[in-house]
């Protein structure tokens, strides 16, 4: 009962947050330079005619205006059409959106699924070979750059062996999951490293603990101490950094996207940003804020479940 | 320890296995019949014949943001929509008009009246005729659509008529000398307006109904628009092949691996450093077709420095245009002196000659211009092309032996065109690709002041602008080629852009590909191509 | 009498790194009977928690056990293998820490913490666990033990985590356990009801502890026996009585003194121990407590002395030149001031 609560107060609390992106992102598109009719119609396009659709695109009203009329239609979460697309801009996010969430949970499983059996590995070898060994993999991992490792998975697996489709995500979820597996595993790769470098010091700090002193001198089998005297301790730290990279993850999977032809919301983004479609970057911005809350208050209650310490 | 070891060891094992059967099942990537597009199996054939897939595959880099001819176009929609609208006339591949839904027309004296008399029993795709009602709404349209950034090619239409279904009579404001090259502008098709009433503005976008080749069955966006042969296509026996996808591909490198792989079987806009990588591959031809493509030096003669035409000249003298297309476009392209393209043909002004490369003339101009020890300018570049970043570089390092020192300076395209506007520059790269067979849209464009302050110059010309007008009405061909090459000497002359060097269009596609060829401005004539199996 | 329960011989455990090496414990000897309570005293960093750690083989790297005998019940428990080790600790031999909120896993019930301690093959049914675990909350008088069971560490006060720790420490039955200052972070008032319930397990379990401690009052209330430890030996050892009435090493002397109403003490001010504990990586030449001993002569900066029994009482151990009869002990020195206190 305190935990749903906990959640409705959380929920309240994250309009205000809202509202001050919003207000932000309105202002801070509008100021940097480029006109949206102007880059619409090309560089190649006379001045009247931009002119024109600056006032049919209702550009020319002061700020407050059409921050008011922007407001007027959000509470019907109402987002206007895409300046670029001309259809709405909610119906082209929520197109699009699914992918993108979907390639930001296959790869956080990657990245889950590589980096803690490697993190308790070099954290319970500290400084021997493995523990090297696996150190320096991440460290070659971060110095990859993501679109790279993406096409090398491609070449590789798509092309000189064919298993997986060279970019694109197919029409059933089979097809979908094929492929969102490549992308998904480049898309991983500095995660994975970053949190098994955190769960390895995390691991090599708690071995060190009382606790665990005090089980071993109970006679607790070692595989139980590894499991819930470290292990459960360790990943707690960890979870905080897994959902600080599952945000970036979101907002950075353009280049992912770009690499493997796969039509998400980040290339969506960045070609509204480009053309000033005020309303597109808006509606994006918006969703992506909404969609960072939500992931730091399940990370809460995630926390809550797992330590018993933390109070909601 | 080892427990724990064999339990990850075996977690990854189990993924790895869960992953390969995943992979196993629907076959994975691989030929163009089942790899993530909705693609219909090969037809067979006794052996002995060339038979011929019912499918091909189209990759493209840029996806159109819509296909209603009447919005804000760009190269990418106008790529895609001659797959499904039709004009009156249109360009081969020399860039000559030639008919297309009209058979045969004529213009009256004065050169404000155009009777064209159109091709009987013309179908859109959906089976429906095409009515003297649909093409008067469909260039009215193209004239008043507000959206449009095509409107002055019709801007001067005061009435359509249709005196019945095979005649269509248009009525200009005043005579204008381009308008039938107008005609094959992207706007200037035939719509069905019983479509737009029935799916209505919004529909419109995303659902084509016109007259070409091909009809859109499907538009997944952000991947493929999948097109079914139009059954009641004006030409017997075309398109050859019943069905084509285009797809759309961003990535230059993803693009090119699928055509390697055959997921693709024709690339478009191959950047220049892969066509050797294509046409070493045995399945696969590289191949280039002239283009109207050109890239400028575009100057601001309000500067005031570049303001000095000794200093504009100067760097004209400067440069060594082969040199950059060997670099930059790899060959794939030519150097040019005037701006207006050699497909205008006639109007083509042949003996304007480049300037360069002559180090010691562009010396002798900067010396009388009050710089005789050199000096320092700077270019601003739309950040991320890189063809223009590779000419600013090969500028920088030409200029240099005549003392000039070319500070480069990339810019967000939004905030490049800004500057540009307010004349905040000194020199920056743009390229103008034609898509009317007639120089009057560039002239415009260089000429017209209230147009784009002649071309970002920032200073009227008026002897440049006059020149311009005079060639607007001129109906006689003959006379209008004299204006046309006075005007280009006196572009020249002012130097206010430095015409660089046509690119052609690089194109690789899969050696199993029959009759494909490309017209000046980018487009492909579908409704002839052929793959064998 | 019966062979004591454990015998430390020698034990030599010594810290490693690039530059120095750290002599935690340097050649400490002593003998723990059975039920006895048996108290390590010294300041912080004089080797009494690492000769603990030595006997359940908690020295972690860069630490290793270098020399030395652990006999326990006869066998050295440096030769067992770790199979061996893990069937001893937490059955014949456990211990308890000092900080009790760290020495406790603060993810799981202190239910589980107490079964994770049981010998599966004894209680083999969770029934049985559930049982045995409510039973020790009892034994170490914890109210309505069955709620508390499902708590975490958290949820417990100071006193009680300590409790629970005894409780979890003893689950299995032990004979020597190893008490790493279990009271020095409680208050008062809880200190002596935890040295209580220690007592009361010690005889009603028939168990042996070693107690390390700084606090020479709880060594006057518990211990039977005391070792006093300085820069990782011993220097003095004999029973508490006559530690109290009878101290013989400067060191202890220097401590007995300094607790606040100490016999004879007329001071106003408490008196300290000069000087700063030794840098166990390099220790002088002579004495190790020779640079703060009031009493150091020459011989005592020159030579290491051994640890014999005062004037021929094997029960009464000393380490120091001028206690051991062989220089004279001359009054009052250069340094410091006339104690009165300890009679002679």
Known sequence: MARLTYILKRILQMIPVLFVVIVLIFVMIRLIPGDPARLMLGETAVEADVEALREAMGLNEPYTTQFAIFFKNLLHFDFGNSLLYKTSCIDLVKERLPLTVSLTVVATLFSLLISIPLGFVAGLHKDKASDQAIRISALAAISMPTFWVGLLLMIAFSVKIRIFPAGGWGTTPLEHLQGLILPGIAQALMTAALLMRNLRNSVVDISRMDYVDFAVSKGVSTRRVRSAYIMKNSLISTITLLSTRITYMLGGSVVIETVFSLPGCGKLLVDAIFARDYAMVQCMVFIFALIVLLVSLITDIIYSFIDPRITL | ?533 | MNTPLLEVKDLQTYFFSKHETVKAVDGVSFTVNEQETFGLVGESGCGKSMTCRSILGLVKSPGRVVGGEILYKGDDLLHKSKREMQAIRGREIGMIFQEPMTALNPLLKVKDQIIDALDKSIYNTAEKRYNHALEMLKLVGIPSPESRLEEYPHQFSGGMRQRVMIAIALCSGLKLLLADEPTTALDVTIQDQVMKLINRLRDQLKMSVILITHDLGVVAQMCDRVAVMYAGQIVEMTDTRTLFHMPRHPYTYALMSSLPGAAGSSQKRLPTIEGAPPNLANLPEGCPFAPRCRFAQDICRKEKPELLPYEGDVAHLVRCHIRDGRTQFVGATAKGKQEGGAEQ
Request: contains cysteine.
């Open chain 2, 1 to 533: 320890m080892k427990r724990r070891t064999t339990k990850a060891l075996s977690l990854l094992l189990a993924s790895a296995s869960i992953l390969a059967l995943l992979a196993g099942c629907g076959g994975g990537g691989g030929t163009a019949e089942n790899s993530n597009s909705p693609a219909p199996s090969d037809s067979s054939a006794p052996s002995g014949e060339t038979t011929y897939a019912d499918t091909i595959v189209i990759g493209d880099n840029t996806e159109p943001k819509n296909l209603d001819p009447d919005q804000s176009w760009g190269a990418a929609e106008a790529r895609f929509s001659c797959f499904v609208y039709e004009g009156l006339v249109r360009e081969d591949a020399d860039g000559n008009i030639i008919p297309l839904l009209a058979t045969d027309w004529k213009i009256s004296e004065d050169g404000t009246v155009y009777t064209f008399n159109l091709k009987p029993d013309v179908k859109f795709s959906d089976g429906t005729p095409v009515t003297g009602e649909d093409w008067i709404w469909s260039l009215e349209r193209a004239r008043d659509n507000p959206e449009s950034n095509s409107r002055t090619v019709a801007s001067n239409i005061v009435s359509i008529e249709a005196p019945d279904d095979a005649t269509l009579v248009i009525t200009l404001d005043s005579p204008v000398a381009s308008f039938l090259a107008n005609c094959c502008k992207w706007n200037m098709v035939v719509k069905s307006k019983a479509h737009y009433e029935a799916v209505g503005a919004e529909g419109f976008l995303t659902q084509p109904m016109g007259t070409g080749p091909y009809a859109v069955t499907e538009w997944k966006k952000g991947e493929y628009i999948q097109c079914v042969a139009n059954e009641y296509y004006h030409v017997e026996g075309q398109p050859y092949t019943k069905n084509l996808t285009y797809k759309i591909i961003t990535d230059d490198n993803t693009r090119l691996l699928q055509l390697q792989s055959g997921d693709i079987d024709i690339m478009g806009m191959v950047p220049v450093n892969m066509m050797a990588q294509i046409d070493s591959d045995p399945n696969l031809t590289a191949a280039a077709y002239t283009g109207s493509q050109i890239r400028f030096l575009v100057i601001n003669c309000a500067d005031e420095v570049t303001g000095k035409k000794e200093v504009r000249q100067a760097l004209d003298y400067a440069t060594d245009k082969q040199a950059i297309v060997d670099m930059v476009a790899n060959g794939y392209g030519k150097p040019v002196s005037t701006y207006v393209s050699n497909i205008h043909g006639d109007l083509h002004n042949s003996e304007l000659a480049d300037r360069g490369p002559d180090i010691e003339k562009a010396k002798e101009l900067l010396t009388q211009a009050g710089y005789p020890d050199g000096l320092t300018l700077k270019i601003n570049i739309t950040s991320g092309n890189t063809i223009y970043e590779n000419i600013a570089t090969v500028l920088q390092s030409q200029w240099a032996a005549a003392g000039i020192s070319l500070e480069i300076e990339p810019l967000e395209s939004g905030t490049l065109v800004e500057s540009l506007g307010a004349g905040n520059y000194q020199l920056t790269i743009l390229q103008w690709t034609d898509s009317t067979p007639d120089p009057s849209d560039i002239s415009a464009y260089e000429c017209r002041y209230s147009d784009s302050f002649q071309w970002y110059s920032g200073v009227q010309d008026q002897e440049i602008e006059d020149a311009y007008m005079a060639t607007i009405s001129e109906t006689d061909p003959a006379k209008r080629a004299e204006l046309f090459w006075t005007l280009q000497e006196l572009v020249y002359e002012r130097t206010n852009i430095v015409p660089l060097f046509q690119a052609d269009w690089a194109y690789g596609y899969s050696s199993k590909i029959e009759g494909i060829s490309v017209t000046p401005f980018n487009k492909i004539n579908v409704a002839e191509l052929k793959k064998a199996n």
